[in-house]
């Protein structure tokens, strides 16, 4: 018996075809994973299964849910189902409940207006709902008032509470840590044993790893490879699968340790931080020579980035001191930013802006073209605005903005945190190169413990608490949890 | 900001206003030069007479040619609204750009007085400021900057305060740009889009404020040629010359009209 | 507490700005205003150099500027608004003898915008794009390019003078009340119309909102119980803010209509130059802004529990 299947859906944009025929089956009891990157189409795919496409996509193929049949292209036909049928967990969770409502009734409003129970019934369930989750005291309390963590368990229960045997969850681990991430699939597992079938989307190996079952790889609009998960992730067979796994920190070899010579480029000393009026960082020292990756881990809103712009001198300090080499010209201290977009003028041409750090930095001629060349950047690029441009891209013309400057030291802040795997593994290694060709000095932030033990010499794990600083053989990074 | 470009083509609707706000511009200029006339010359033989061609409007109750009037009207809250306009936008992107920029007490001072001019009805700002000035024209262009550079500063410091803040600027900072280039680069692309349309609500308001006041007697003199004065002055003569009555009406219609289709957004 | 705090800031210095533009106008009377005051209050028969001196004198016309400009917002602070120049009355008695009208007008024209704009709006919100939405849109842009008095006045000619169906001015009845209103409700009307149109869109653009559809309620349902709560706090705001044009429709819109309401009266008091009046009626518009917008905070805090405004 099978809950869900689909087949031979297809996606279209005008004459684009965004999805090439797929079709898949989702079995009691055996999760699926669909696994790609940012325009895989692995999201409108599971949109396709849900109703939910935008109107301006043309959709083939058929969906079967339960003893219903679908065509893909009747999305009215879908929304009876939802809650009854399909239960969606969506993007950041925390976003989807309403701001105005208290979580309790959040809940129980499923209860009383998809199954019908009674308004006294709907709120004992909804109770008991949220108190198998944990969450006996967040009945009435706002989503605001509730950690992300918490919100996450509302938005699972109120999704179930129609009683769908099936539920899709779409990247359910989007900007999470890697604590947070694992307490997601274990919710999920949990989810699966009690509704019976489970589709995730995701393009977290880690997650497909943990959640197990089938899996489905998309690149493109095409699927390159389907398999039982544990297989095909220990033996991947397509080129593609192959170059997704090893763009996977976990696969990555540790650097090797740059021994400190010379002087230290910046220096910090019982290094106190609050912003806001909340202290963050509290007595932490550290020494950077040229070359070194220091690497800043800890769970998010533990002052990684406040430490970083401490060193840049953007923070002053509460208490200690930060010292940078005599020698350090000001703008030889360099940032790139989580989010390459912003960190550019919105409505200039990237040339433009690139070549106005050129002139003020009197550049050669062809400093520009050479950068770019080492980058691995066409120079098409630059005739375009900063949100016409890939992610990744962006992130290596930033790094190429910042390189105009000849820094010394550069303030990498999350820099790959929203990119794909694939992505994320070229541009760490361009900041390694960066490090062991030029010298330059990096503190490089991230919220994955594993890519700071595989990239950094020196690493400063942070947390509410404590802090510590010492060699990836010294510094335990398995406790780095939330 | 000579290299900023407008990223999408207008929407239509400002498409049109404009275009309304182009053809009542070139009457108001042309108008005399194709009928020539005067609006003050009257003859009482020919009140609320119809169109001829020295009067292609028609005349008013005291034998005035409706166009020649009608032109001068353009001419004058026009102009003093667009005064007022420059004159507030000016004052609100230096104070707004100052408030964000420095912070603290400047800050905070020019909020506070920005919040209590919003708190009183711009018309009774007006009001009081024409009873203090001399003159009638100097003081709706005093009263109108006053009660208008609230609006462009708010949206000025709003603006400066998210731009400033973030990562664009820090970046442009750290490479060791200085504050001219950051307001030529960052700040100006994003705030003239909004200070555009705050322009043309801002003109539309002054020339609304204008008109209400000369209804209701208390803006600017007969024998002047004023819209809202007109509109007063004609009133009692509906039955017999409705159209007098609506040659005012339908030009501050139309003015309004191409004014807020230019806005194009609308104030939040 | 931060509420009641900014605002209290916001009505000093409201205070105080009425109390300087107050003065500077009384300073600049012309220099026979003395006369002219004492004509109004004794008759022109009864007038001479002495009672004129006396109102100099009372008024502080003469001397220097800084000691009559403190014992002037030492009055205002005391809530001493002094007597109207014209009448001789308290300017307290006057104002609290107008003010009732124009809150009725300004009530009946605020509810009636509220029956009109807001439905509308979120009718159009709810399908960005259709053809609905774009009517509304070219609608509304052409009622809110009609200035208030000249809505009062077309409503005039069609509504009283060519059907005959209302009053043109007049004061009194319930149905005196419906030309004035309608006047202002429709200029209203047609921007909170899209204020919600905007609060609505962007509330059914949120992904809860889609996930209230996920979670299996009707669209009846999501609007219901999570479209209409979201939108209301944005539209409050707003109607806050609105209270501005309201008075000022409130001031051309009773002289248009004869109605004897503190706008009416304003506009008299000012032509008049009377002024302890202006200042007493200024001072209570400016107040009455504050005093509705601390309460549309308050309220909109209950609502919206989250702090950020």
Same mark, same amino acid.
């Given at each position: 018996?099978?809950?869900?299947?689909?087949?031979?859906?297809?996606?279209?944009?005008?004459?684009?075809?965004?999805?090439?025929?797929?079709?898949?089956?989702?079995?009691?009891?055996?999760?699926?994973?669909?696994?790609?990157?940012?325009?895989?189409?692995?999201?409108?795919?599971?949109?396709?299964?849900?109703?939910?496409?935008?109107?301006?996509?043309?959709?083939?193929?058929?969906?079967?849910?339960?003893?219903?049949?679908?065509?893909?292209?009747?999305?009215?036909?879908?929304?009876?189902?939802?809650?009854?049928?399909?239960?969606?967990?969506?993007?950041?969770?925390?976003?989807?409940?309403?701001?105005?409502?208290?979580?309790?009734?959040?809940?129980?409003?499923?209860?009383?207006?998809?199954?019908?129970?009674?308004?006294?019934?709907?709120?004992?369930?909804?109770?008991?709902?949220?108190?198998?989750?944990?969450?006996?005291?967040?009945?009435?309390?706002?989503?605001?008032?509730?950690?992300?963590?918490?919100?996450?368990?509302?938005?699972?229960?109120?999704?179930?509470?129609?009683?769908?045997?099936?539920?899709?969850?779409?990247?359910?681990?989007?900007?999470?840590?890697?604590?947070?991430?694992?307490?997601?699939?274990?919710?999920?597992?949990?989810?699966?044993?009690?509704?019976?079938?489970?589709?995730?989307?995701?393009?977290?190996?880690?997650?497909?790893?943990?959640?197990?079952?089938?899996?489905?790889?998309?690149?493109?609009?095409?699927?390159?490879?389907?398999?039982?998960?544990?297989?095909?992730?220990?033996?991947?067979?397509?080129?593609?699968?192959?170059?997704?796994?090893?763009?996977?920190?976990?696969?990555?070899?540790?650097?090797?340790?740059?021994?400190?010579?010379?002087?230290?480029?910046?220096?910090?000393?019982?290094?106190?931080?609050?912003?806001?009026?909340?202290?963050?960082?509290?007595?932490?020292?550290?020494?950077?020579?040229?070359?070194?990756?220091?690497?800043?881990?800890?769970?998010?809103?533990?002052?990684?980035?406040?430490?970083?712009?401490?060193?840049?001198?953007?923070?002053?300090?509460?208490?200690?001191?930060?010292?940078?080499?005599?020698?350090?010209?000001?703008?030889?201290?360099?940032?790139?930013?989580?989010?390459?977009?912003?960190?550019?003028?919105?409505?200039?041409?990237?040339?433009?802006?690139?070549?106005?750090?050129?002139?003020?930095?009197?550049?050669?001629?062809?400093?520009?073209?050479?950068?770019?060349?080492?980058?691995?950047?066409?120079?098409?690029?630059?005739?375009?605005?900063?949100?016409?441009?890939?992610?990744?891209?962006?992130?290596?013309?930033?790094?190429?903005?910042?390189?105009?400057?000849?820094?010394?030291?550069?303030?990498?802040?999350?820099?790959?945190?929203?990119?794909?795997?694939?992505?994320?593994?070229?541009?760490?290694?361009?900041?390694?190169?960066?490090?062991?060709?030029?010298?330059?000095?990096?503190?490089?932030?991230?919220?994955?413990?594993?890519?700071?033990?595989?990239?950094?010499?020196?690493?400063?794990?942070?947390?509410?608490?404590?802090?510590?600083?010492?060699?990836?053989?010294?510094?335990?990074?398995?406790?780095?949890?939330? | 900001?000579?290299?900023?470009?407008?990223?999408?083509?207008?929407?239509?609707?400002?498409?049109?206003?404009?275009?309304?706000?182009?053809?009542?511009?070139?009457?108001?200029?042309?108008?005399?030069?194709?009928?020539?006339?005067?609006?003050?010359?009257?003859?009482?033989?020919?009140?609320?007479?119809?169109?001829?061609?020295?009067?292609?409007?028609?005349?008013?109750?005291?034998?005035?040619?409706?166009?020649?009037?009608?032109?001068?009207?353009?001419?004058?809250?026009?102009?003093?609204?667009?005064?007022?306009?420059?004159?507030?936008?000016?004052?609100?992107?230096?104070?707004?750009?100052?408030?964000?920029?420095?912070?603290?007490?400047?800050?905070?001072?020019?909020?506070?007085?920005?919040?209590?001019?919003?708190?009183?009805?711009?018309?009774?700002?007006?009001?009081? /400021?024409?009873?203090?000035? &001399?003159?009638?024209? %100097? @003081?709706?262009?005093?009263?109108?900057? =006053?009660?208008? #550079?609230? +609006?462009?500063?708010?949206?000025?410091?709003?603006?400066?305060?998210?731009?400033?803040?973030?990562?664009?600027?820090?970046?442009?900072?750290?490479?060791?740009?200085?504050?001219?280039?950051?307001?030529?680069?960052?700040?100006?692309?994003?705030?003239?889009?909004?200070?555009?349309?705050?322009?043309?609500?801002?003109?539309?308001?002054?020339?609304?404020?204008?008109?209400?006041?000369?209804?209701?007697? /208390?803006?600017?003199?007969? &024998?002047?040629?004023? %819209? @809202?004065?007109?509109?007063?002055?004609? =009133?009692?003569? #509906?039955? +017999?010359?409705?159209?007098?009555?609506?040659?005012?009406?339908?030009?501050?219609?139309?003015?309004?009209?191409?004014?807020?289709?230019?806005?194009?957004?609308?104030?939040? | 507490?931060?509420?009641?705090?900014?605002?209290?800031?916001?009505?000093?210095?409201?205070?105080?700005?009425?109390?300087?533009?107050?003065?500077?106008?009384?300073?600049?009377?012309?220099?026979?205003?003395?006369?002219?005051?004492?004509?109004?209050?004794?008759?022109?028969?009864?007038?001479?150099?002495?009672?004129?001196?006396?109102?100099?004198?009372?008024?502080?016309?003469?001397?220097?500027?800084?000691?009559?400009?403190?014992?002037?917002?030492?009055?205002?602070?005391?809530?001493?608004?002094?007597?109207?120049?014209?009448?001789?009355?308290?300017?307290?008695?006057?104002?609290?003898?107008?003010?009732?009208?124009?809150?009725?007008?300004?009530?009946?024209?605020?509810?009636?915008?509220?029956?009109?704009?807001?439905?509308?709006?979120?009718?159009?919100?709810?399908?960005?794009?259709?053809?609905?939405?774009?009517?509304?849109?070219?609608?509304?842009?052409?009622?809110?390019?009609?200035?208030?008095?000249?809505?009062?006045?077309?409503?005039?000619?069609?509504?009283?003078?060519?059907?005959?169906?209302?009053?043109?001015?007049?004061?009194?009845?319930?149905?005196?009340?419906?030309?004035?209103?309608?006047?202002?409700?429709?200029?209203?009307?047609?921007?909170?119309?899209?204020?919600?149109?905007?609060?609505?869109?962007?509330?059914?653009?949120?992904?809860?909102?889609?996930?209230?559809?996920?979670?299996?309620?009707?669209?009846?349902?999501?609007?219901?119980?999570?479209?209409?709560?979201?939108?209301?706090?944005?539209?409050?705001?707003?109607?806050?803010?609105?209270?501005?044009?309201?008075?000022?429709?409130?001031?051309?819109?009773?002289?248009?209509?004869?109605?004897?309401?503190?706008?009416?009266?304003?506009?008299?008091?000012?032509?008049?130059?009377?002024?302890?009046?202006?200042?007493?009626?200024?001072?209570?518009?400016?107040?009455?802004?504050?005093?509705?917008?601390?309460?549309?905070?308050?309220?909109?805090?209950?609502?919206?529990?989250?702090?950020?405004?």
């Amino acid at each position: 018996m099978t809950l869900l299947s689909a087949d031979d859906i297809t996606i279209r944009d005008g004459a684009t075809r965004l999805l090439a025929p797929v079709s898949l089956e989702v079995s009691p009891g055996e999760p699926l994973v669909i696994l790609g990157e940012t325009g895989s189409g692995k999201s409108l795919l599971a949109q396709a299964m849900m109703g939910t496409l935008p109107e301006g996509l043309r959709v083939g193929g058929t969906v079967t849910i339960g003893a219903q049949h679908l065509r893909a292209e009747d999305r009215a036909a879908f929304k009876g189902l939802w809650g009854r049928q399909i239960a969606v967990l969506p993007q950041e969770p925390w976003l989807s409940l309403d701001p105005l409502m208290r979580a309790g009734p959040q809940v129980a409003e499923a209860h009383r207006l998809v199954r019908d129970l009674p308004a006294q019934a709907a709120r004992e369930q909804a109770m008991s709902d949220l108190a198998a989750l944990g969450l006996e005291h967040a009945f009435r309390h706002y989503p605001h008032e509730l950690s992300g963590g918490m919100a996450q368990r509302v938005a699972i229960a109120a999704a179930r509470a129609g009683g769908a045997p099936i539920v899709i969850a779409d990247e359910p681990t989007k900007g999470l840590d890697a604590a947070r991430r694992d307490d997601v699939a274990a919710l999920l597992l949990v989810a699966l044993a009690e509704s019976g079938g489970l589709v995730v989307i995701t393009h977290d190996l880690a997650l497909a790893r943990q959640i197990g079952g089938r899996l489905i790889v998309l690149r493109a609009g095409k699927v390159v490879e389907t398999g039982a998960t544990a297989q095909v992730l220990a033996d991947p067979q397509a080129a593609y699968t192959r170059a997704l796994i090893a763009a996977d920190p976990e696969t990555w070899p540790r650097r090797t340790a740059q021994q400190p010579a010379g002087a230290p480029v910046v220096e910090a000393r019982d290094l106190t931080l609050s912003r806001g009026g909340q202290r963050l960082v509290r007595g932490v020292s550290l020494s950077l020579h040229a070359g070194q990756i220091l690497g800043v881990t800890g769970p998010s809103g533990c002052g990684k980035s406040s430490l970083g712009d401490a060193l840049l001198g953007l923070l002053p300090p509460q208490a200690g001191e930060v010292r940078r080499a005599s020698d350090l010209a000001p703008t030889a201290l360099q940032k790139l930013w989580q989010d390459p977009v912003a960190a550019f003028p919105r409505t200039r041409s990237l040339g433009q802006t690139l070549g106005d750090v050129a002139h003020l930095h009197k550049a050669p001629k062809g400093r520009i073209d050479a950068l770019l060349a080492r980058l691995r950047l066409a120079p098409e690029l630059l005739r375009r605005r900063p949100a016409a441009v890939s992610g990744g891209e962006l992130q290596r013309l930033a790094l190429l903005r910042a390189m105009l400057a000849r820094p010394r030291f550069l303030f990498a802040d999350e820099p790959t945190s929203r990119l794909d795997p694939i992505t994320q593994a070229e541009i760490i290694g361009f900041l390694a190169e960066l490090a062991d060709e030029d010298g330059m000095a990096i503190a490089l932030v991230s919220h994955d413990p594993v890519l700071i033990d595989r990239t950094a010499d020196q690493i400063c794990r942070l947390d509410r608490s404590v802090s510590e600083t010492g060699t990836p053989q010294q510094v335990d990074l398995r406790h780095a949890t939330a | 900001m000579t290299t900023t470009t407008l990223s999408r083509p207008w929407p239509s609707g400002r498409i049109i206003g404009a275009a309304i706000l182009t053809l009542i511009a070139a009457f108001a200029i042309l108008g005399p030069v194709i009928v020539p006339g005067s609006p003050f010359a009257q003859s009482l033989m020919k009140s609320l007479a119809g169109p001829e061609p020295a009067a292609p409007f028609g005349y008013d109750h005291l034998g005035r040619s409706l166009y020649h009037r009608l032109v001068h009207a353009l001419r004058l809250s026009p102009l003093i609204a667009l005064a007022a306009v420059a004159t507030a936008g000016a004052a609100g992107l230096v104070l707004g750009t100052l408030a964000a920029l420095r912070g603290g007490w400047v800050e905070r001072v020019l909020v506070v007085l920005a919040d209590a001019l919003l708190a009183l009805p711009g018309l009774l700002m007006v009001l009081i /400021v024409l009873a203090i000035m &001399p003159g009638t024209a %100097l @003081g709706f262009w005093a009263g109108l900057s =006053l009660v208008l #550079w609230v +609006e462009f500063f708010r949206l000025t410091r709003a603006t400066a305060r998210a731009t400033l803040a973030g990562p664009a600027v820090q970046a442009a900072r750290l490479l060791g740009f200085g504050w001219p280039y950051v307001f030529r680069t960052h700040l100006w692309p994003e705030v003239a889009p909004l200070m555009l349309t705050a322009a043309a609500f801002g003109t539309a308001t002054a020339i609304m404020g204008i008109a209400a006041l000369g209804f209701v007697s /208390v803006g600017m003199r007969a &024998p002047t040629p004023e %819209l @809202g004065l007109m509109m007063v002055e004609l =009133l009692p003569y #509906w039955r +017999e010359a409705p159209m007098a009555l609506l040659t005012p009406v339908l030009a501050t219609f139309a003015l309004l009209l191409g004014l807020t289709l230019l806005a194009g957004g609308h104030r939040t | 507490m931060n509420i009641v705090i900014s605002r209290l800031a916001q009505a000093v210095t409201v205070a105080l700005l009425v109390g300087a533009a107050t003065f500077a106008m009384m300073r600049s009377l012309p220099g026979d205003a003395a006369w002219r005051i004492a004509a109004g209050r004794y008759g022109y028969d009864n007038v001479d150099a002495a009672a004129a001196e006396a109102v100099r004198a009372e008024l502080g016309l003469g001397g220097h500027w800084f000691p009559a400009f403190l014992s002037w917002m030492g009055d205002l602070l005391r809530l001493d608004f002094g007597r109207s120049l014209v009448s001789g009355q308290p300017v307290i008695d006057e104002i609290a003898h107008q003010l009732g009208a124009s809150l009725w007008l300004a009530l009946a024209a605020v509810g009636l915008s509220l029956v009109i704009g807001p439905p509308l709006g979120i009718l159009a919100g709810l399908r960005p794009g259709s053809l609905f939405d774009r009517a509304l849109l070219v609608i509304s842009a052409a009622f809110k390019a009609v200035p208030q008095f000249l809505m009062a006045l077309i409503l005039i000619l069609v509504l009283s003078v060519q059907m005959g169906w209302l009053p043109a001015a007049g004061y009194g009845q319930p149905r005196h009340f419906i030309l004035p209103a309608l006047a202002l409700a429709l200029g209203l009307a047609a921007v909170n119309a899209r204020i919600a149109r905007d609060a609505m869109a962007s509330v059914a653009a949120q992904p809860f909102y889609a996930f209230a559809e996920w979670k299996g309620l009707s669209r009846a349902q999501v609007l219901w119980r999570h479209g209409l709560r979201n939108v209301s706090v944005p539209l409050l705001t707003y109607l806050g803010l609105q209270f501005v044009l309201l008075v000022e429709g409130v001031v051309v819109i009773e002289s248009n209509v004869g109605w004897p309401g503190i706008g009416h009266a304003l506009v008299h008091a000012v032509f008049a130059r009377d002024v302890p009046m202006v200042q007493g009626t200024a001072l209570m518009l400016g107040l009455g802004f504050v005093l509705v917008n601390a309460l549309i905070d308050l309220l909109a805090a209950r609502i919206d529990p989250r702090g950020a405004r």
